[in-house]
């Protein structure tokens, strides 16, 4: 399991991308060692191959709605995790079901 760490600096909007980034990234490298090509995640989510393209290629933010399938698809759960203070920050998980 990978967590994604973010620190103090939560606001800053670069680090956000940054964070946006390391995501998307992560949920093609699990779809590419699953073995799902993109025509069948689109199929499995009733989504154009075109628009995963630019997600993956982090050319647009998915919403959540479309995270949320994807995660779904790929048969993993999402956590949120609660943060500590004064420490970096275990914001979001991803866990194979």
């Given at each position: 399991?990978?967590?994604?760490?973010?620190?103090?600096?939560?606001?800053?909007?670069?680090?956000?991308?940054?964070?946006?980034?390391?995501?998307?990234?992560?949920?093609?490298?699990?779809?590419?060692?699953?073995?799902?090509?993109?025509?069948?995640?689109?199929?499995?989510?009733?989504?154009?191959?075109?628009?995963l393209?630019?997600?993956?290629?982090?050319?647009?933010?998915?919403?959540?709605?479309?995270?949320?399938?994807?995660?779904?698809?790929?048969?993993?759960s999402?956590?949120?995790?609660?943060?500590?203070?004064?420490?970096?920050?275990?914001?979001?998980?991803?866990?194979?079901?």
């Amino acid at each position: 399991m990978k967590k994604v760490l973010l620190d103090d600096y939560v606001n800053s909007e670069k680090n956000l991308l940054d964070l946006e980034y390391d995501f998307i990234e992560k949920l093609s490298k699990i779809r590419k060692e699953k073995g799902i090509s993109q025509r069948e995640l689109c199929k499995m989510i009733n989504m154009k191959q075109p628009y995963l393209v630019k997600i993956e290629k982090r050319e647009i933010s998915p919403s959540l709605n479309t995270i949320l399938k994807i995660v779904n698809a790929l048969n993993l759960s999402l956590n949120v995790v609660e943060k500590e203070s004064h420490k970096w920050y275990n914001i979001w998980s991803l866990e194979a079901l």
